[in-house]
């Protein structure tokens, strides 16, 4: 199936639209190649927390990437199915673990048994979502619906 094209630089330009674009692939089988990565960003391309986010899912889901190196502005994900099992993914910087979970969490719905996911990063990052959101907000949100 031929990738879908998503412009990265579209409303904002910044990584949002790349880790949802990775997320719903994941999630719909479809292809994704996004473009223009962070292009209105003063350092464009991919950062830490975003190569984190797309290994994270491409692991879960069994997805292939291209393009997936720091500074790059360009990357097609093939995804796969997801799967069980211990994944461990570590950030390497003071990258944000809440942008990293905003790309993977919708993925781990469709995982069909058990699964455990640690992630090593920042949990109280500047234009992020502060770690104690997740706590009290997004937690107790996905356990009301059941997950």
Aim: no cysteine.
């Amino acid at each position: 199936m031929k990738p879908v094209v998503i412009d990265g630089s579209y409303g904002e330009g910044g990584g949002q639209i790349l880790r949802t674009s990775v997320a719903l692939s994941a999630i719909t089988g479809i292809p994704v190649r996004v473009i223009n990565i962070r292009k209105k960003r003063s350092n464009p391309g991919l950062r830490n927390q975003h190569i984190t986010a797309i290994k994270a899912v491409a692991e879960v889901s069994g997805a292939k990437v291209e393009g997936l190196r720091l500074g790059s502005t360009e990357i097609t994900f093939y995804p796969g199915s997801p799967k069980p099992g211990k994944y461990f993914f570590d950030v390497g910087t003071a990258g944000s673990v809440t942008l990293v979970l905003q790309s993977l969490l919708p993925v781990l719905t469709l995982v069909e048994g058990s699964f455990e996911v640690k992630i090593r990063g920042g949990t109280d990052v500047p234009w992020s979502p502060p770690i104690d959101y997740f706590r009290s907000v997004i937690k107790p949100l996905l356990q009301y619906m059941g997950f």
